[in-house]
T-cell receptor, first 115, second 110 residues
Framework: EAQVTQNPRYLITVTGKKLTVTCSQN?????MSWYRQDPGLGLRQIYYSMNVEVTDKGDVPEGYKVSRKEKRNFPLILESPSPNQTSLYFC??????????????FGEGSRLTVL | AQSVTQPDIHITVSEGASLELRCNYSYGATPYLFWYVQSPGQGLQLLLKYFSGDTLVQGIKGFEAEFKRSQSSFNLRKPSVHWSDAAEYFCAVLNNDMRFGAGTRLTVKP
């Protein structure tokens, strides 16, 4: 089944404790992206990747890192989480780097709470 | 600045009633336009998209949307809402990258 898989789905952590949210897609998509969803703000892009070893900042990259060593994986790293990073995170992928297909495929989300 | 606006944060309709969710965008050229739906606890799913051509586009689950260039709008409609349509709906615009509106939460009354 074609899907985007995120782990963990739920996580409670404490300020400063490094964490990684994994994202994997099995559709051979070139484009992958991370969003955070906050009430009243919709989805805001954190980082995106047009292809392997190519990553770029989105609108809200501060406090996050990403890597794209393989086409299928795009982990989101919080080196030193802070409470303002408490949010619902979505990974998404799309067939082509230019998003010309227009369709993003989303994971089910990872709800992160930073105490 | 480029933006996507969904003026309604929350809408409540009765089951069987018609629905219209508003979306306005602010871009220099005609962008590609999308509507996504997010059911509780789920990721987003594409409902429909507009790239060019006929300004009335049909989507899944009985939804349609109309692009109106003069109004910079792309409103989502459904003639008769079902209880299972309760969800959050996001308008999105693709210019250089995908931008989402803040979302409209739909509640369906029995």
């Amino acid at each position: 089944e074609a899907q985007v898989t995120q782990n963990p789905r739920y996580l409670i952590t404490v300020t400063g404790k490094k964490l990684t949210v994994t994202c994997s897609q099995n559709m051979n998509h070139e484009y992958m992206s991370w969003y955070r969803q906050d009430p009243g703000l919709g989805l805001r892009q954190i980082y995106y990747s047009m292809n392997v070893e190519v990553t770029d900042k989105g609108d809200v990259p501060e406090g996050y890192k990403v890597s794209r060593k393989e086409k299928r994986n795009f982990p989101l790293i919080l080196e030193s989480p802070s409470p303002n990073q408490t949010s619902l995170y979505f990974c998404a992928s799309s067939l082509s780097a230019g998003l010309v297909s227009g369709e993003l495929f989303f994971g089910e989300g990872s709800r992160l709470t930073v105490l | 600045a480029q933006s996507v606006t969904q003026p309604d944060i929350h809408i409540t309709v009765s089951e069987g009633a018609s629905l219209e969710l508003r979306c306005n965008y602010s871009y220099g050229a005609t962008p590609y336009l999308f509507w996504y739906v997010q059911s509780p606890g789920q990721g987003l799913q594409l409902l429909l998209k507009y790239f060019s051509g006929d300004t009335l586009v049909q989507g899944i689950k009985g939804f349609e949307a109309e692009f109106k260039r003069s109004q910079s709008s792309f409103n989502l409609r459904k003639p008769s809402v079902h209880w299972s349509d309760a969800a959050e709906y996001f308008c999105a615009v693709l210019n250089n990258d995908m931008r989402f509106g803040a979302g409209t939460r739909l509640t369906v009354k029995p």
